[in-house]
Nanobody, 125 residues
């Protein structure tokens, strides 16, 4: 089964940028659709972005559309989440997740079977 490790979180000022990475190991990377979710204190887990098994299809939450970009590098078994124009409301723990059941993309967290440990994103105003 695949293992996921997120990195790239940190503290950034509002309007700034961060790039999160989700490195996969232990599985055939191309078999998995990948999603990014986030959870802020006291709030439910929220879909952020997803990318299909093969490069080409992506999906974004409306609140990040136009600011965030998801991509995958199959040579490095890594998915990235480029986050620009960050807002204080983007602050959360960001998780990547993998699914071999999702054919294209899914915004539903229960469709994903494997999860990373999360990386904290803090945005100061």
């Amino acid at each position: 089964q695949v293992q996921l490790v997120e990195s790239g979180g940190g503290l950034v000022q509002a309007g700034g940028s961060l790039r999160l990475s989700c490195a996969a190991s232990g599985g055939t990377f191309s078999r998995y659709a990948i999603g990014w979710f986030r959870q802020a204190p006291g709030k439910e887990r929220e879909f952020v972005a997803a990318i299909s098994r093969t490069v080409g299809q992506t999906s974004y939450a409306d609140v990040v559309k136009g600011r965030f970009t998801i991509s995958r590098d199959t040579s490095k078994d890594t998915v990235y989440l480029q986050m620009n124009s960050l807002k204080p409301e983007d602050a959360a723990v960001y998780y990547c997740a993998a699914s071999s059941r999702v054919i294209r993309v899914s915004t539903y967290f229960r469709d994903y079977d494997y999860w990373g440990q999360g990386t904290q994103v803090t945005v100061s105003s």
